[in-house]
Every structure is written in structure tokens, then in C-alpha cells.
């Protein structure tokens, strides 16, 4: 949600340093900086928004991207933020472990879920300059447009696929095709950065296609999902728009009415933002680890099974097979994704863009969503939860193995949107 985190799911961290490198070069100057030895990897160091990063492609220079004189301490936040990934899979270590741990804040779910959420998407909305995005959409159009459709075509019809393919049970398809309906996620701007993709396209796509969510993710939810469990379109519809909408353009007029504020706050905006997606997806996933458990041991108890096969008889249960579909619904996504703006004749960094954007979502709105509407199955949570980890390290570790991969094109494509 994490503009997602999941999500987080939330808004986009983008390292300064980094951004004018990989997307405030000009344009007549491309070619020479192939032959650039490439940068040493270092340690992610964010921005506090993702306006830095639009306007670095108006600019002439690359340092249009950089503003001067940054404090060590707000590059050490930025730093500390951008270990997401990490902090959602030692949560999800520590909630298979010891589950108890997120007890305090599953007691007083969903409504801590939804304020998470909500408190999520304010702190997005004050990073965001509307008028810079709209500035961009204008520009290149076409990109952002292919893939908002793609994120909305491909996730919810492999999700659909997928759990009639494996046979999950109906609440647990309920899940993955809520999470294949939601966004993309915040966390995918970070991926696209560290892949060299074309980050702008990234940062436009997930708030076009959070917007986007009020409508779409209820409409196609019910479609694909409405022959499992009665599914009310339209109260969905009215969640996302109170925990996604509304907080971000509250924030945005913050921004503008209280620039003063705004701008001491918001240094601390994507640690806060990480950790509130870290610990609701952790919650959730150790919600569900608790009944997974339960009725594990009593399957288990009065048998004569060693630890491992107790172990291949829970992941071939209804653990494993809700580990397999997300992990197919990730792949899927990443693959398709890739390959279908590479048919749409798109360069080699908006193809990596739109890869990630349409395969991370925005698991703590699925989260969210499902603790919210779905309380008679709670099992429909597991999938977005357990996506939260798996999305996670899957898009972090393709972004690792494109960043030793030269973006340039050897060629021009037909398509230059």
C-alpha cells in the first residue's frame, strides 16, 4: 500500500542519490552513460517523496533530483526504511514461532487494522504533489495507462486460475482473489529503484492504481469471487475509500495548507509507514498460524509422527497449499508482467516497472479488506498475510539480479511512451 508498502503497502522511498543516476539523466546524454562503470552497491538511502522523483524527468540536471544539504539523520531514517522486506520476515518468523507476540494488536482488530491502514495512506498523501503527477501522466500516458490495465487484468485472473486449479477451499480463494484485485504496492517503488527500472512510471502507477481501487477491487472481487461467498461490492467499495482515499488526499491538503508542518513530519513518514505495514501483516499471519496450529496438533497429537513428518503433513495442508498459490500468483505476475509490456514495445526499464508493479500488491489492503468484511472466514486473510512475506523477498530478489543487468536497449522500440 509500501507510494503499499503493502504496502505496504503507503508511498514511495526513493534513495537520492541513487534516483538521479537512474532517471534524471538527459535524454542526449543516455548513450555516453553506458560506459560508466557501474556504482558500487551501497545501502538504500530514501527520500521522504516521491515528488523528488517526478520532477528529477523535467529537470536538465542530474542534480535536480538532489536537494542540498540533506542531515545525516534523515538519510539514516531513509536507510532504516528501506529495510521493509526484512522487517516483514523476521515478523513472520517471529509469528510462526511465537504468535502470542501480536496478540495486544489482534485483540483489537479489524478497527486497528483499518487505522493502521488508514494512518498509512495519510502519511503517503503528505509526501504527494498531485499537480507533479498529473504533470507526468500527461507526459507519457500511454505507459501508465498499459500498465494500470495490466495490473488489473493479469493479478485477478491468474488469482481466479490458481485457486480452482490447486482446489482451496473457498475461503482461502476468497483471499488470493482479494489480493490479486488490490493495488500495486509501495514496496514495488523501492524494487523498481534497486532493479534500475523506470521509476517515475513506477511511483504514477501505484497511485493511479490505488485510486483506481475504490472502484476496481470491489467490482472485480465480486466477479471472480462472488460464486465462493456472498461478496457486497459496494461496502467494499465505501472501505477502500475511507481507508485509502480519503487519508491520502486529507494528507495532500496538509501538505499544501501546512508546508511548515508537513515538512518536519515527514522525514519520519517512511519508517513510520514500514512498520505499521510490518506489524499488520505480521498480526494477521499470526492470527491464522494460531488456528493453522490448532488444528494441526489435533491431527497430530495422538500419533506416532517424527518433527519432520508433522512438518510435511502442515505444509501439505491448508498452509501449503496457500504458501504454493501466492508464490504462483507472484511469479505469474512478475513473468507476465514483464512479458507483456516487452510485446507492447516498451524499453527495457519501463518493462521492469511494470513487472513489479503488477506483481507486488497491496497486501494490508487485502488484509484490511478481508478482517473487515469477510468475519465470518477468517482463513480469506491468510493469503494477503502470507503475501506480505513471500511478495516480499520475491521482489526484492528479482530487483537484486536486474540491478547487475544493463537496462539500456541495444535498439529502439517502436513504443517510446
Not at 517515475?200 to 475504490?214: E, H, N, Q, R, W
Request: charged share 10%; with cysteine; proline share 7%.
Amino acid at each position: 500500500m509500501s507510494i503499499s508498502i503493502t504496502s505496504l503497502s503507503s508511498f514511495s522511498f526513493l534513495p537520492q542519490t541513487h534516483q538521479s543516476y537512474f532517471i534524471s539523466q538527459p535524454k542526449t546524454h543516455q548513450r555516453l552513460n553506458l560506459f560508466r562503470p557501474k556504482p558500487k552497491f551501497s545501502p538504500l538511502k530514501l527520500t521522504n517523496s516521491p515528488t523528488v522523483a517526478v520532477r528529477a524527468v523535467h529537470g536538465n540536471s542530474e542534480h535536480s533530483a538532489v536537494p542540498p544539504g540533506k542531515p545525516r539523520w534523515e538519510n539514516i531514517l531513509s536507510t532504516v526504511a528501506s529495510l521493509y522486506p526484512f522487517y516483514v520476515t523476521v515478523g513472520g518468523v517471529v509469528a510462526c514461532l511465537k504468535p502470542s507476540t501480536f496478540a495486544w494488536f489482534v485483540k483489537t482488530g479489524p478497527t486497528s487494522y483499518t487505522l493502521s491502514l488508514g494512518l498509512i495512506m495519510l502519511a503517503m498523501g503528505l509526501t504527494l504533489e498531485l499537480k507533479d503527477l498529473l504533470s507526468l501522466f500527461r507526459q507519457r500516458p500511454l505507459s501508465i495507462l498499459f500498465g494500470c490495465v495490466a495490473q488489473y487484468t493479469i493479478m485477478p485472473a491468474f488469482a481466479a486460475i490458481i485457486s480452482r486449479i490447486l482446489g482451496l477451499s473457498p475461503s482461502l480463494s476468497v483471499g488470493l482473489i482479494l489480493l490479486g484485485c488490490c493495488p500495486g504496492g509501495t514496496a514495488s517503488n523501492v524494487v523498481t529503484l534497486i532493479a534500475q527500472g523506470d521509476v517515475p512510471l513506477s511511483i504514477v502507477m501505484t497511485v493511479c492504481t490505488t485510486f483506481g481501487a475504490v472502484i476496481l477491487t470491489p467490482l472485480l472481487t465480486k466477479v471472480l469471487a462472488g460464486t465462493y461467498v456472498p461478496v457486497d461490492a459496494a461496502k467494499l467499495s465505501l472501505s477502500t475509500l475511507q481507508v485509502v482515499v480519503a487519508p491520502i488526499l486529507f494528507g495532500s491538503y496538509l501538505q499544501s495548507t501546512f508546508p511548515g508542518v508537513v515538512k518536519a513530519v515527514t522525514p519520519f513518514a517512511p519508517l513510520f509507514a514500514v512498520l505499521a505495514a510490518s506489524l499488520l501483516a505480521c498480526s494477521v499471519f499470526s492470527e491464522n498460524v494460531i488456528r493453522l496450529k490448532s488444528s494441526f496438533l489435533s491431527a497430530s497429537l495422538t500419533s506416532d509422527m517424527s518433527l519432520m513428518d508433522r512438518l510435511n503433513v502442515l505444509l501439505s495442508g491448508e498452509l501449503g497449499a496457500v504458501i504454493l498459490s501466492v508464490l504462483l500468483l507472484h511469479f505469474l505476475g512478475f513473468f507476465v508482467g514483464y512479458i507483456s509490456a516487452a510485446l507492447g514495445g516498451f524499453r527495457e526499464r519501463k518493462r521492469r516497472a511494470i513487472s513489479i508493479e503488477v506483481g507486488m500488491q497491496n497486501s494490508s489492503l487485502g488484509v484490511v479488506l478481508a478482517t473487515s468484511h469477510f468475519t465470518t472466514s477468517p482463513m480469506v486473510a491468510l493469503p494477503p498475510a502470507i503475501s506480505a512475506v513471500i511478495m516480499n523477498i520475491m521482489g526484492s530478489s528479482l530487483g537484486f539480479f536486474w540491478r547487475y543487468l544493463d537496462p539500456s536497449d541495444s535498439k529502439p522500440t517502436p513504443n517510446q511512451s
